[in-house]
């Protein structure tokens, strides 16, 4: 283990660790804000998940449907989260999401035009008018590398390719990180006013996933061990649209754009199954027949106004997942476990330049022409709607000096997220974490004190898998977890399959406790590895607890025992996971924030 | 289906490096990166490897498959004879870190003396209107997942041909997407043909050939800076005009390029 006395350590106002979108957003502010700043990530920058996004970042611009407003995207946002999201982030994310997006232009953001010459916006899921401003299908591409680009400019110092392993703290909150260089293996140390955690999500837990072996939960365990608490761990977003086939890109994403440019899903014997699966207080807002579905598109892609109502493929993602699932399960999927997804029936033309990386996707990974034929898909898990606890205005969680924004921190998606809800939400709650994280370190003189026997412990935590004679290989524990998250913490859930989730997650913890890593210390994947593992365990954990508490299905959580949602018990309550005094996990459930009375008008008086 | 042999190169910038060879199953549809992890997860946990999307879209796992930059994500084992060994070695024009891992961080210190994007400031942005077709040459240059294997494959950069720092391929886009933007008020003509050194590029479209994104580098992003940067010097009359009317936007024209540093990867045995 190598001795700390020459410990490398870095000082800054404020610590940011992560460099997607949310990261890069908050570092932006909190040095406009005049802090100093560092800038951490595991991959190179410009690598994060962000740049991954396809679809497009939500916001109520108007332009191409001038009725839309930051009200009519609250009320969707809220009903999509199935009323558990926090209203007063719905509130600030729709009224902000439209500056946030400006800005980018404003910094060089390049998105596609309307015949007006302004950002355009298209359609999607939940989302009642055409909202999502978008670059073709590589939105992320174009708001990250903006984004790192404004970030250079601006001088914030960036940590690239090292991950932080655990957070150091004090009697006034946290104080640090500690962590290493992946290059080199070498510790590493960073101390600072204020931390803002942007780590995003948790995917990797499960088998099939649309998630970079980046997302094992490492901000949400880092927070949940710093005494933070973590919330609506049980809502797991399974994308309906993965691919199937073949086994090597199982689960890669199939952008929700697919079904928003008039992509029909049909299951083995041909049935645009769909229509089935409306959930009957929505069915109002979707077209009733093929012809009318049919109109909405042409309409669509002339870019003329119409009174067709949208096809069924782009009822929420919760619902479209579920419906697939189903299909498949009673038999009618495709040979490889999936349904049809077809956009062929446009001019080719159009499909390549709408959807330019998915013609690219399928073509070279799948041997699949998709203006020619039908993509085969199947769910895949995608994003954690749970995450750390935050309050609204400032990204502050419950533990001082910590703030948290973008995937890693829960609230504004409640229960099912929107597509292109992230991208604005990293935006919104980015620039807001860095705003206040700034706040805070300039509240503080002197730089925070390392306390060095954490330090010595998180150095030896990190070693010891080097230096174990023997023991368990991190790889085959990881794909036992992933195996088993899939099998029994899936689509849907029972009971005594997340009693057995539960049992098996104390074993495979066990297992994970003598792990044992081979190789030195420079760019080792398999020792890297443990450290993840050890936090897909920690978020596994919650979200397997959080769904055996919840008895109904809700949102992205369904519960074959309890298939209703019950809304005498559970209704504005979200689950909450903490570490108990004795090192144990615990869960408990708390009420909504309170809503204001403008707020429940907009939502009708249904909530 | 038959195992596939790969030969993958093995080693750090302190020791001699060698190859390794694993059998691997093959399924339908795999590629290099899909045998790499298989490789992690069965007979060498620690061969470094860097990846990110598996779909082509971040530009993480750049590396030479029997001797041609590929992007192992998207590079079909079925491309191969799986009779013949197929190699895997690290870029060779960056330093090696350890096994397929290189030090690319040279590539962000260029992009730092690059001038951003500069707007106007009389215009307010409720006014900015462009047409889709007169930013499609700009979103072409925006594609690019700075993968880097343009500047892998530039004979000027590969062979350190140069005494003078060369910002490659990558960099010449980005510029041009900066330049051609519809209200970009720098002007980095300067810098491009004395910091940049724009000049050493000799239109072999080498870099277009391995682009992953079909970006026409050379045809759509080089050969119209060039064309602009020799305007310049040709037209200095219109050209200090131009500078003029942008105001006194810094053009970034004195910026000094960091020197790549050579240490590619070295075996003792050549590549097949
Ligand atoms: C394929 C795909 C397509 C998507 N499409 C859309 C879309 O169209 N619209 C939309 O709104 N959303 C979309 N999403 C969701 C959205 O992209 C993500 O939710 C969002 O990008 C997350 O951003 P983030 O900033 O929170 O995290 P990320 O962008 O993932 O960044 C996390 C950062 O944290 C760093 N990090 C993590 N752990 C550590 C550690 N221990 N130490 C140091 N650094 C660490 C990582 O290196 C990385 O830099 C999509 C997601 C995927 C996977
Ligand atoms: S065209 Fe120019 S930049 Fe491209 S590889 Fe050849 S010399 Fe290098
Ligand atoms: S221009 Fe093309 S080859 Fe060069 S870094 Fe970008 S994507 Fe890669
Ligand atoms: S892993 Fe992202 S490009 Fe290959």
Redesign the interface.
């Known amino acids: 283990m190598p001795d700390l006395t020459n410990l490398e350590t870095h000082a800054h106002d404020v610590l940011v660790i992560g460099a997607g979108g949310a990261g890069l957003r908050a570092a932006i502010e909190a040095k406009a804000f005049g802090a100093d700043v560092g800038l951490v990530c595991k991959?190179?920058?410009?690598?994060?998940?962000t740049?991954?996004a396809e679809g497009g970042v939500a916001a109520a611009l108007g332009h191409v449907a001038p009725e839309d407003t930051w009200q009519v995207h609250f009320r969707d946002t809220m009903v999509g989260g199935k009323y558990l999201g926090n209203p007063r982030m719905a509130e600030l994310h729709a009224k902000e999401a439209p500056d946030r997006v400006?800005e980018l232009?404003?910094?060089?953001a390049?998105f596609?035009?309307t015949p007006?010459?302004?950002i355009?916006q298209r359609p999607f899921g939940g989302h009642s008018y055409s909202r999502l401003a978008h670059?073709?299908d590589?939105t992320g591409?174009?708001m990250i590398?903006t984004l790192q680009?404004?970030a250079?400019?601006l001088g914030i110092q960036v940590y690239?390719e090292c991950t932080i392993t655990q957070l150091i703290s004090g009697a006034d909150g946290v104080r640090g990180g500690f962590g290493y260089w992946r290059?080199t293996g070498r510790p590493v140390a960073f101390a600072a006013k204020a931390i803002v955690l942007a780590t995003g999500g948790t995917g990797r837990a499960y088998e099939v996933t649309s998630n970079?072996?980046?997302y094992s939960g490492d901000g949400q365990a880092l927070a949940y061990e710093a005494g933070a608490e973590l919330i609506d761990m049980e809502f797991v977003q399974f994308h309906p649209t993965g691919m199937v086939?073949?086994?090597?890109?199982r689960g890669?994403?199939v952008t929700e754009a697919v079904r928003g440019e008039g992509g029909i899903l049909r299951n083995a014997k041909g049935e645009r199954f769909m229509w089935k699966y409306l959930p009957d207080e929505r069915r109002a807002e979707y077209a009733e027949t093929d012809e009318e579905a049919a109109r909405w598109v042409t309409a669509l892609s002339q870019g003329h106004e119409t009174d067709a109502r949208r096809p069924p493929e782009l009822s929420t993602r919760d619902n479209v997942a579920r419906a697939i699932y189903t299909e498949v399960k009673e038999g009618r999927g495709t040979q490889h476990g999936g349904v049809f997804l077809d956009i062929s029936y446009l001019p080719a033309e159009t499909v390549r330049r709408k959807l330019p990386?998915m013609y690219?996707?399928f073509k070279?990974?799948?041997?699949v022409d998709i203006t020619r034929g039908p993509m085969e898909v199947g769910p895949t898990t995608h994003y954690a709607m749970g995450g750390i606890r935050v309050g609204a205005e400032t990204g502050a969680t419950t533990v001082p000096g910590l703030f948290a924004a973008g995937e890693v921190a829960a609230g504004l998606h409640g229960a099912n997220r929107l597509g292109g809800n992230s991208l604005s939400d990293l935006l919104v709650f980015g620039a807001r974490a860095g705003a206040a994280a700034a706040r805070q370190a300039s509240s503080k003189d002197a730089q925070p004190y390392l306390d060095p026997v954490q330090l010595q412990g998180a150095n030896g935590a990190l070693a010891a898998p080097l230096e174990r004679p023997e023991g368990e290989?991190?790889?085959a524990i990881q794909?036992d977890l992933q195996e088993m998250m899939q099998r029994l913490v899936g689509i849907f859930r029972v009971e005594a399959d997340l009693d057995e989730a539960i049992r098996q997650l104390a074993e495979l913890r066990r297992r994970w406790q003598v792990v044992k890593?081979?190789?030195?210390r420079?760019?080792?994947?398999?020792?890297n590895l443990v450290f993840e593992l050890g936090n897909s365990l920690t978020v596994s954990e919650a979200i397997a607890r959080s769904a055996r508490q919840r008895t109904e299905s809700r949102g992205a959580h369904s519960r074959l025992d309890y298939p209703a949602s019950d809304d005498a018990t559970w209704n504005g309550l979200n689950s909450v996971v903490t570490r108990a005094a004795d090192g144990t996990m615990s869960v408990s459930a708390t009420p909504l924030p309170q809503m204001s009375d403008e707020l429940r008008s907009l939502l009708g008086g249904e909530h | 289906m038959p195992d596939a042999h790969l030969r993958v190169f093995r080693g750090?910038s302190s020791t001699e490096g060698r190859f390794e060879e694993f059998d691997v199953p093959v399924?339908?549809?795999?590629?290099v990166l899909?045998a790499l992890h298989w490789i992690?997860?069965?007979a060498a946990?620690?061969?470094?490897?860097?990846?990110?999307?598996?779909?082509?879209?971040?530009?993480?796992c750049s590396a030479e498959v029997d001797g041609r930059p590929h992007l192992m994500c998207?590079t079909?084992l079925s491309d191969f004879d799986l009779e013949q060994t197929i190699t895997v070695e690290p870029m060779r024009a960056f330093p090696l870190?350890?096994?397929l891992?290189t030090?690319?961080?040279w590539n962000?210190e260029v992009?730092?003396t690059i001038q951003?994007?500069t707007?106007p400031t009389d215009v307010p942005?409720e006014d900015?209107?462009?047409?889709?077709e007169d930013?499609e040459r700009?979103?072409e240059y925006?594609?690019c997942?700075?993968c880097f294997l343009c500047q892998d494959v530039c004979h000027v950069l590969r062979n350190h041909e140069t005494e003078r720092p060369f910002m490659g391929p990558r960099y010449l886009v980005r510029a041009a997407g900066?330049e051609m933007?519809p209200i970009d008020q720098a002007d980095r003509r300067e810098y491009l043909k004395d910091s940049g050194g724009i000049g050493f590029c000799n239109i072999t479209k080498c870099c277009t050939e391995v682009c992953p994104e079909h970006i026409k580098i050379t045809d759509n992003a080089i050969i119209p800076l060039k064309e602009r940067v020799a305007d310049a010097y040709y037209d200095p009359i219109g050209w200090a005009w131009r500078k003029l009317r942008g105001g006194d936007a810094e053009s970034g024209a004195r910026a000094e390029l960091p020197v790549l540093q050579g240490n590619p990867p070295q075996t003792d045995e050549a590549p097949d």
Not at chain 1, 105 to 108: H, N, P
Not at chain 2, 128 to 132: D, S, T
Request: hydrophobic share 35%.
């Open positions: 991959s190179l920058l410009g690598k994060a998940h740049v991954m400006r232009e404003a910094w060089g390049v596609d035009r007006d010459g302004r355009l670059v073709g590589r591409l174009e590398r680009d404004r250079v400019a690239m290059t970079s072996w980046e086939w073949p086994p090597g890109v890669l994403l990386s690219e996707q070279e990974l799948a041997d290989d991190p790889y794909r890593a081979t190789g030195g420079a760019y080792n994947p398999g020792w | 750090d399924e339908e549809g795999m590629v899909d992690q997860g069965h946990p620690d061969l470094a490897v860097r990846w990110n999307c598996k779909a082509a879209k971040c530009g993480s998207k079909r870190i350890r096994d891992v030090d690319v961080s962000y992009n730092k951003p994007f707007p942005q900015w209107r462009w047409q889709q930013i700009v979103q925006r594609k997942i700075e900066l933007h």
